[in-house]
């Protein structure tokens, strides 16, 4: 493994008993060095590792990806952070999936960027977080990408550094504009109706049957991307929403441009002052996506009705 303070190799497997190996040697090397450890996968894989571990598993922290991670925004600030975070000072090993078979062609994109932007929130950091991914189930473009994103490679055999190593391509490679829907509600807002766009959200909501917890939990969101358009947007934004595969869709598109590519993926500090609208959004939803270019910003974020709020 790479003497650098932060590693993030990917693994890249066949078949459970390859998976099972692989993981639960990587668990056991970090908790015979005293590393704090952590596993962020699907949950039929977790029981894979929790069954393998045996008594083990009582000493990692195991986490359902599929819930932890269903939105790739949440899972720097809310699963890799949150849990690196916890340990000052200390060298951390994570197994973290957020790609795998049955992620919907809309969460992938997010997903990529997700794997590249890694790189950046760990930077200099004290981590070793693992990525794996199936070579059977996923297709050839999303085990590119893998390569793209993860400067270290390995299999059941052997390790080596990957020729293909550039994050950045992956990045701007998925900041391209969304698909269009067919048929959608909208309204321009200002700081005078504000309050406006949240009650338009929240009545689409309600019509498909969301609970009081996730309207407010839309209210929020919408909230706070009219409130990041207000101060850097231009002053204004266009509110659409509309209904796509069972989720409530809300998009804010204003005059603005994200420049950092780590906003709203980087924890806050309750005591700091200053916006954390993005983190608030990629908390609250269930998948976001953004197309930002000089000029113009489109934040898209998914709600599904039959989950929980964080």
């Known amino acids: 493994m790479s003497a650098k303070p932060f590693a993030h190799p990917a693994l890249l497997y066949r078949g459970a008993p390859e998976y099972v190996a692989a993981t639960t040697a990587f668990v056991r090397e970090g908790l015979a060095a005293g590393d704090p450890v952590a596993v962020a ?20 922290l195991l986490l359902d990806m599929t819930e932890a991670g269903r939105n790739p925004g949440r899972i720097i600030p809310g699963v890799l952070r949150e849990f690196a975070d916890r340990h000052p000072g200390r060298h951390v090993r994570i197994i973290g999936e957020p790609i795998w078979p049955g992620r919907s062609v809309t969460e992938y ?3 990529a960027q997700h794997e590249a ?23 050839p ?65 309600a019509a498909m049957g ?57 924890p806050v500090d309750p005591r700091t002052a200053g916006s954390r609208g993005l983190l608030i959004v990629n908390l609250l939803s269930d998948l976001v996506r953004v197309h930002t270019r000089a000029g113009a910003t489109t934040v898209r974020v998914y709600f599904d009705p039959d989950r929980p709020g964080p």
Do not use: Q
Request: aromatic share 4%; charged share 25%; proline share 5%.
């Open 210 to 266: 969301f609970g009081a917890d996730r309207l407010d939990d839309i209210r929020l969101t919408v909230a706070e991307l009219g409130a990041n358009s207000l101060d850097h947007g231009g002053g204004a934004g266009t509110l659409r929403v509309w209904a796509e595969e069972g989720r409530l869709v809300c998009e804010v598109s204003d005059a603005g441009h994200i420049t950092d590519p780590l906003a709203g993926r980087e």
């Open 109 to 111: 994109p997010a997903c």
């Open 141 to 205: 473009e999303v085990l590119e990408e893998a390569a793209r994103t993860h400067p270290v490679l390995r299999d059941a055999s052997r390790e080596w550094d990957s020729a293909d190593y550039a994050p950045e391509l992956v990045i701007e490679g998925h900041n391209r504009p969304l698909d269009e829907p067919e048929t959608f509600v909208s309204l321009r807002f200002d700081n005078g109706n504000l309050s406006a766009a949240r009650g338009l959200a929240a009545r689409e909501a």
């Open 41 to 60: 996968v699907p949950a039929a894989n977790l029981a894979l590792i929790e069954t393998a571990l045996g008594a083990e598993a009582g000493k990692v």
């Open 117 to 139: 932007l890694i790189n950046l929130a760990f930077s200099g950091r004290r981590a070793t977080i693992l990525c794996p991914y199936d070579l059977d189930g996923l297709t």
